[in-house]
């Protein structure tokens, strides 16, 4: 009988803790672009794509920027778990996200449309 009123206990205690954490909240991609559209503003970048990935078993939205021009630009990396949290801003040369390496290479085919039209 103990046994059956600890797991009464701890289902109850179990509840009542749920009631206590506040729901994850759900990034919607849209939600993301608007955050990486203020921080982009902010330093005067230039979004060139995003995506939504699974990196180390989480999902998390990626966009990619540039900010500057020439051979003062570099290229940021900006991160946001889809089940919320803090922006992650970090240049593309100093990331180990996997998506760091197709900025760049993103940026110059852009670049080589530009020149070509």
Request: proline letters at 3%; a negative charge; charged letters at 20%.
């Amino acid at each position: 009988m103990d046994a059956l009123d600890d797991k009464v206990l701890e289902s109850t205690l179990a509840e009542s803790l749920a009631d206590l954490v506040p729901d994850e909240k759900t990034v919607s991609e849209d939600e993301f672009v608007e955050v990486v559209g203020g921080a982009l503003e902010a330093v005067g970048g230039t979004l060139l794509f995003k995506m939504c990935v699974q990196n180390e078993g989480e999902g998390q939205h990626v966009a990619a920027a540039s900010v500057g021009d020439g051979g003062n630009r570099q290229f940021l990396l900006l991160t946001l778990p889809t089940v919320g949290g803090s922006l992650k801003v970090e240049t593309i040369s100093r990331s180990s996200n996997p998506v760091a390496g197709i900025a760049a290479a993103y940026a110059g085919l852009m670049d080589a449309f530009k020149t070509a039209a």
